[in-house]
């Protein structure tokens, strides 16, 4: 079971995979500075705001419903 902000880095992972992305090049697509993706990615930040999760699904041309599409986030796989 995993909390949201590791949901997040995971799916972010994933992603960043699936579409040969790298860290810097989501932070520039996406406008979120590449520190806040960092800390994301090594879940030093307490609580990711809905509006920092929508500028990284943009930054993976996607709505935040697509980033969302995945069984990280299904309730039952998640510690809240």
């Known amino acids: 079971m995993n909390t949201v902000n590791r949901a997040v880095a995971l799916r972010i992972s994933e992603l960043l995979r699936k579409k040969g992305m790298t ?5 520039l697509n996406s406008g979120v500075t590449h520190s806040t993706l ?13 509006s920092t999760v929508i500028q990284i699904a943009g930054g993976f041309d996607m709505t ?12 039952d796989n998640l510690k809240i």
């Not at 860290?23 to 932070?27: F, G, S």
């Not at 960092?38 to 809905?50: A, F, Q, S, W």
């Not at 935040?64 to 309730?75: A, G």
């Open 38 to 50: 960092k800390n994301i990615m090594h879940e030093t930040i307490k609580d990711n705001l809905l």
């Open 23 to 27: 860290q810097y090049r989501l932070a």
């Open 64 to 75: 935040v419903s697509e980033f969302l599409d995945s069984p990280l986030f299904l309730e």
